[in-house]
């Protein structure tokens, strides 16, 4: 949705249970020394969110962890996170008089960083490039961009491409971002270089790991084309990004569709499920080598693992199911419909009934009824063009929330891949040369799986639960002819954190527009309005916090605080949150708060009473 430019965002708290209000705007991207996972992902996404840059296959993360551990071992080779040397830094400033060829290719970037919206400096000012100092590089997005800068201006001398191979990239960097003088290095020292770069890039990526509960759908072709050989290394790759979450009750869980000819559909969402059992499941999956019908498994994918249709995206289409393949694991065996219809939270279809959701609404005034909320990603694997039409499929997945990653491997069709993945293409679109390199994408595709926001519609109320540690993501659009919002956030078990942005998705403890402490047994409202401070009334100007303008979507993270969390949380247009003329946290406010519960949070509490 097209940026609001003129707006002034602001997001007063008023509280009904409770004296916890709203943080106000975290960034670590600009604290000088800052350092950890939180910090450099949080660097990422906003590299990422200004499309400066074209993809780099993760290694600018790589870097950072490479060069300090994400901050954390102190590099006196460089400055900040990236530890970027002033050998480094002064190419990246060249300009006509001392480089045209390399100001020529760094011009278009250095404008663009001006120009970029997400891209700004602790004022809100542009940056200009040319006007930083080697000084600056210790605040952490400075120390990025000097470093992405530097890489986009090596790849482009040598008309190369970023590797996606650890060891390619890990090359790279030792020989070209270590090395980058006239000191000569020993090819023992070189090894051992490259070594600490695949060791450290190991070992974070374990420890930063993004942990969400999702509902993860992977869509296989097995056509002729694609030779066993290479059927066998896709199954390896989804199993070992399958495995690398957390499965079972009250965690993620896994599908499997395969297709040549026909789809089949075989092993579908369940709640005992476990890694071992799916990482078995999924490489036992038979080889029949026909025809691409690409579009007809996707359709399978829509209707049958998801359960969705047009009208209703929570509960399953009564179409008939695909033919279904038992698998020989002992959690993953189809389980026989139960009698009735038991209402679907979590998408997926009814013959793996979850004994999580709640299967009956409490007795209450019928409005929205609150639905589960998980995030749904599927991944698509093929190496050929689609003997169907993609197009119809791809848009209704799209439509329904459903995050697709599109991985084309050899000759597979380009647009076809562009028209199946989620947008942007740069982070949901990839190419490899062949199934023997599929592998080099894992940590890739895993990382922006586990980042895909589950999206939430205006007015729907919604349930989850989550670990310690989780989260999950959402997104809700907000339309042009709705200037004012109202967040309602309850925790009926542990405690949790939600994070906002209008300007980034995943904001997290260090990059936020506003940040909420929700305790359990609590519910907090949140106004947040696009309307001048002067049109809110006096309630909207005596507590508010001011924020920047936005896209026209709410990025939320709710993240689990306790080993065990339930959550709900409903966005409504209008200022909806009860008012008072008491002051914020005393009794007589929260009395006439409580007095003042709509029906539809009364729905959710009721709800959350048993679930």
Not at 250 to 264: D, G, K, M, Q
Not at 536 to 559: C, E, F, H, K
Request: net charge neutral.
């Amino acid at each position: 949705m097209a940026t609001r430019i003129g707006f002034l965002v602001t997001t007063t708290l008023l509280m009904m249970t409770s004296m916890f209000g709203l943080s106000t705007a975290a960034d670590a991207t600009f604290e000088v020394e800052a350092e950890g996972c939180k910090v450099v992902d949080s660097v990422i996404t906003k590299v990422s969110a200004a499309n400066v840059f074209t993809e780099d296959n993760g290694f600018l993360r790589r870097i950072a962890y490479a060069e300090t551990a994400a901050g954390r071992i102190p590099n006196p080779r460089g400055n900040g996170i990236w530890a970027v040397s002033n050998f480094m830094f002064m190419a990246t400033q060249v300009t006509n008089e001392t480089s045209e060829a390399d100001s020529r290719l760094l011009r278009p970037l250095r404008e663009r960083i001006a120009e970029s919206a997400q891209l700004r400096d602790a004022n809100n000012e542009a940056i200009r490039w040319e006007d930083v100092t080697f000084q600056q590089l210790e605040i952490p997005l400075y120390s990025a961009l000097a470093s992405r800068l530097f890489l986009h201006l090596l790849v482009s001398r040598m008309n190369t491409e970023i590797a996606m191979r650890l060891d390619r990239q890990a090359e790279f960097w030792s020989r070209n971002f270590v090395n980058n003088s006239t000191t000569q290095y020993t090819a023992v020292e070189e090894a051992r270089r490259q070594q600490v770069f695949i060791n450290r890039t190991r070992e974070l990526d374990d420890e930063c790991a993004c942990e969400a509960r999702l509902d993860m759908a992977f869509v296989i072709d097995m056509s002729g084309s694609v030779r066993l050989g290479g059927f066998r290394a896709a199954k390896d790759f989804a199993a070992n990004i399958a495995t690398s979450f957390r499965l079972g009750q009250n965690a993620s869980r896994i599908a499997l569709v395969t297709y040549s000819t026909f789809p089949v559909l075989n092993f579908n969402f369940h709640a005992s499920q476990t890694p071992e059992g799916v990482a078995s499941a999924i490489r036992a999956a038979p080889y029949v080598a026909k025809k691409t019908m690409t579009a007809a498994a996707l359709r399978v994918m829509v209707r049958d693992v998801f359960g969705l249709n047009r009208t209703n995206n929570s509960t399953p289409s009564p179409t008939t199911p695909p033919t279904t393949r038992a698998t020989t694991t002992a959690s993953m065996t189809t389980e026989p419909r139960p009698a009735g219809r038991v209402p679907d939270f979590g998408g997926g279809n009814n013959e793996f009934p979850d004994p999580d959701p709640v299967t009956t609404l409490p007795p209450v005034p019928p409005t929205v009824a609150p639905i589960q909320i998980r995030t749904r990603v599927g991944v698509v694997i093929t190496d050929g063009k689609a003997q169907d039409d993609v197009g119809p499929p791809s848009s209704l997945a799209h439509d329904l929330g459903i995050t697709l990653f599109a991985i084309g491997v050899g000759r597979s069709d380009p647009q076809e891949l562009r028209v199946i993945a989620s947008d942007p293409d740069r982070a949901h679109l990839y190419y490899v040369g062949d199934y023997s390199v599929i592998e080099n994408i894992r940590t890739s595709i895993r990382q922006r799986s586990c980042l895909a926001s589950a999206p939430l519609d205006l007015g729907q109320p919604v349930i989850g639960s989550l670990g310690g540690d989780e989260t999950q993501f959402v997104a809700v659009p907000i339309p042009a002819d709705a200037p004012t919002v109202t967040l309602t956030l309850t925790a009926s078990e542990g405690d949790v954190d939600v994070f906002g942005s209008f300007q980034f998705p995943n904001p997290s403890s260090a990059l936020n527009e506003f940040r909420a402490e929700v305790k359990q047994g609590q519910t907090q409202h949140h106004v947040l309005s696009t309307a001048p401070a002067a049109d809110q009334g006096q309630r909207r100007r005596r507590d508010t916090i001011n924020m920047a303008p936005g896209s026209g979507t709410l990025y939320l993270s709710v993240v689990g605080k306790t080993p065990s969390n339930r959550f709900a949380l409903q966005v409504q247009q209008g200022d909806v949150a009860p008012t008072t003329a008491s002051p914020v946290g005393s009794a007589s406010a929260q009395q006439a708060s409580i007095s003042l519960v709509s029906i539809s949070l009364a729905l959710i509490v009721g709800v959350l009473a048993q679930y």
